[in-house]
């Protein structure tokens, strides 16, 4: 029953923008650290960005500092990731992730639950 859903993935040029949301149900959101993760072909599967239950804390891998923002609202049982200075590096399939325990790091297999993905394509 715990679904977590992406949108906002897209095909966009170098330098250009997106705004990635995931909506969640079937659990208390309020209660789970969030986070991005982007897997390209042939690659592991990264995290991009974590975010802790009430948004104190935050966490960004060193690819992306300064680039993008993670962001939540619980009273919307939403999760955002916006994008800006897109690379064509950035390509991926990325997924919306749910987990306990320390907010700031996780590994994939750490995840709780795991959204179906978006695709975000950066054209050079």
């Known amino acids: 029953q715990v679904q977590l859903v992406e949108s906002g993935g897209g095909l966009v040029q170098t330098g250009g923008s997106l705004r990635l949301s995931c909506v969640a149900s079937?659990?208390?959101?309020?209660?789970?650290?969030m986070g991005w993760f982007r897997q390209a072909p042939g690659k592991e599967r990264e995290s991009v960005a974590t975010i802790s239950t009430t948004g104190l804390y935050t966490y960004y891998a060193d690819s992306v500092q300064g680039r993008f923002i993670i962001s939540r609202d619980n009273a919307k049982n939403t999760m955002y990731l916006k994008m800006s200075t897109l690379k064509p590096e950035d390509t991926a399939i990325y997924y919306c992730?749910?987990?306990?325990?320390?907010?700031?790091?996780?590994?994939?297999?750490?995840?709780?639950?795991w959204g179906q993905g978006t695709q975000v394509t950066v054209s050079s």
């Open positions: 079937g659990l208390t959101f309020s209660n789970y650290h």
């Open positions: 992730a749910g987990f306990l325990g320390i907010p700031l790091r996780v590994r994939a297999d750490q995840v709780a639950y």
